[in-house]
C-alpha cells in the first residue's frame, strides 16, 4: 500500500507548505530544512527538502561538506540521486528527465572531417574505456546510456585530460557539454587540493560560464516512489508559482559527477541569490555561473578565483562578442584567477569567428585547436528547407506547414515546434493568434520574468504546448529531446545564429527539421546561408543562388568573406601568430575594449534584433 504524501504549494502559502514538509519529514524521520530567506527562497528551500526527501536524502544544516576538494561528507549528508528513481511512473517526470541516448545513429558522425592544430596533439580515443577516467565517472557514463564516445569527446576529452588548453568547434547537439565536463571531473576526483578555509568565501576548482541562464533549465517536478522500511510513499512535489530549476550544464555536470565526490553548484541571474549562497555554503568544487552573477558573488567576497585550475567557457562565441566581453574579462583577468598556463582553460562552441578566435587566444595558454566538421557548419542531420515568403504571408505560412504537420502526424505527442521570430512582440503575438487558431503555443523570450521562461519551457518540453515561439534567448545550448522541428519564422541577420537556431533539432544522432522563411528583408544572408546549406549537402533552390550570387554585403558574416568559403578554420593557420607564442600583437594594444580588430565582430545583431542577453 502507498502513503501519498503531497508537498504542494505557492508563494503566499509558503508556511502552509512548510508545515506540510515538516510533517512530511517527520514521519519519515528525516532533519528538516531552515529555509529562512524571505518567501521565494523559502520556497525554494521547501522545494530542495522535498527534493531531498524524495531521494531519500538526510538533510542537515550548515556546512555539510568537507575534505578533499570539498566532496560529500558521507556521514552527514546522502547525495541526490540525479538520475531519479527507475521506478518513475509519470509521463511528464519521464518527458523531462528522458534522454534516449540509445538508438544514436553514430554512423551519422563517422565521416565527419577533423582537424586539430598545435604542438604535439594527444591521439584521439574510440571508446570510453580506453581512457581512464575513473570507476566512478564511468559508471555514470553508463547511466547516461553513453555507448560510445561522439568526435568531439573522442578527440578533447584526451585532449584536456593532457593538460592541454583548448578551443574547440564542434557542431550543435555533438557531446560538447560532456567533451569539457569529463576531463574536470576526473581531474578533480585525481588531483589533491588544499583550500584556504574561508569564513564565508568558497574556492571552487573548475569555473564553467554559460551565457544564458536558459542555458536550458530542467524542470522540477518530482512524483516518485520510495520505500521506508515496510512503507511505500508516494511523494508529489509540485509548486504551484514557483518551481525549482537547475541549468542544464549544472544538470548534466550533476549527473557526470554523482558519486564521485565532485559538488557542483549552479549561480545565475534571475532567481533569489540566497537560495545560491546557500548552496556554496555547503562546499562548491564545480561552480557552473553566468557572468553577471559569478561578478556579483565575487564583488560580496562569497566566491575566491584564486584555486581555480579548470575554466570552460560553453558557447565561447558569445561569451566573448561585444556584449559579454568585458564582464568575462573583468572575471578571468581582473579577479583573483590563475592566469593562463597555471590553470588549464577549455573554449567551445559549434561556431568560432576569427575575431572571436582572436581574442579567445588571449585566455590560453599553447592551446590545441580542434575542428570537428567544418567551423560553423550546420550537423547533415538536420533536412534545411528555405522558402520564399512575403512578410504578409508568414502567418498563414506558418499556419500551412502546422497544419501539414498534423496531418502527417509529425506533431504527435513529444513532437515539438520551435518557432524563432525577431521581436519580443512579434512572439506574444504569434503565440496568440496561434493559440486562437487552435495551435497551443508559448513563449520564451527577454520581456519574460525569469519564472515564466522557466514555466514556458517546462510546457513546452512535456507537450502541453508543443509550439514554442522564442527569440534569440531559446538560440544556444537548449538541449531539448524531441524539437522534430525548426522555423525560422524570421531569420537572424547572422549565419552564426542561423547555426544556432536550428541546432536545437538533429542532436545527438536524431534527424530534424528546420524550415526558414526568406524575402527581400535577409539578402544579406543569401550568400553565407546558400554556402551553410551546400556545405551540408542540402539542396539549395535556385532563387536563394541568384540572390546569393548579386552578393549583397551586410558587414556581417565575415567568415564568408575572402580566403576561403568559411573563411578558414584555425585562426593562428592565416598569417596571425599567437600572442602567447611571442608573435605580432595584433590586438592594438589595447587589452580591456576596442581591439584594433580590423572589422571587429560586432556581436551580429542589427539595431533593434533581440539578442540572447535582453
Ligand atoms: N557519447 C554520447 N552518447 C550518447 N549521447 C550523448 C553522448 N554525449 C552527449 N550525448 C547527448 O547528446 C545531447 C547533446 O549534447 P550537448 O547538449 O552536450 O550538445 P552540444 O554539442 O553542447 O550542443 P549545442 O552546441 O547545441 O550546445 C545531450 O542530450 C547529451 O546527453
Redesign the pocket.
Known sequence: MFHHIFVTGHLHRSLQLRHIVAHCQEMIGLAMVDPQVGPVGEVLGLIMAAKDLVAGGRVGGGSGWSGRGGGWDRGREREVNPFGNDDVDDDADRALGE?E?TG?NFDAYEDIPVETSGDNVPPPVNTFVEIDLGDALNQNIQR???????P??RHAIPISLGGRDLMAC?Q???????AFCFPIISGIMRGQFARPRGVRTVYPIALILSPTRELSCQAGLWVKSMHFGACNFLIYAILISSVHFDMQIHD?ARKFSYQTGVKVVVAYGGAPINQQLRELERGVDILVATPGRLVDLLERARVSLQMVRYLALD?ADRMLDMGFEPQIRKIVEQMDMPPPGLRQTMLFS?TFPKEIQRLASDFLSNYIFLAVGRVGSSTDLIVQRVEFVLETDKRSHLMDLLHAQRANGINAKQALTLVFVETKKGADSLEHWLCVNGFPATTIHGDRTQQEREQALRSFKTGKTPILVATDVAA??L?IPHVAHVVNFDLPNDIDDYV?RI?RTG??GKTGLATAFFNENNLSLAKPLADLMQEANQEVPAWLTRYASRSYGGGKNKRYGGGGRFGGRDFRREGFSNRGGGGTDYYGGNSSGGYGVPGSYGGGYGPGVTSAWD
Open positions: 534522454q541516448n544514436i547516461c546510456k553513453y555507448v560510445k564516445p561522439t568531439v569527446q564542434a550543435t547537439g555533438s557531446g560538447k557539454t560532456a548534466e558557447e559549434a544556444r545550448g538541449d544556432h541546432g542532436r545527438a
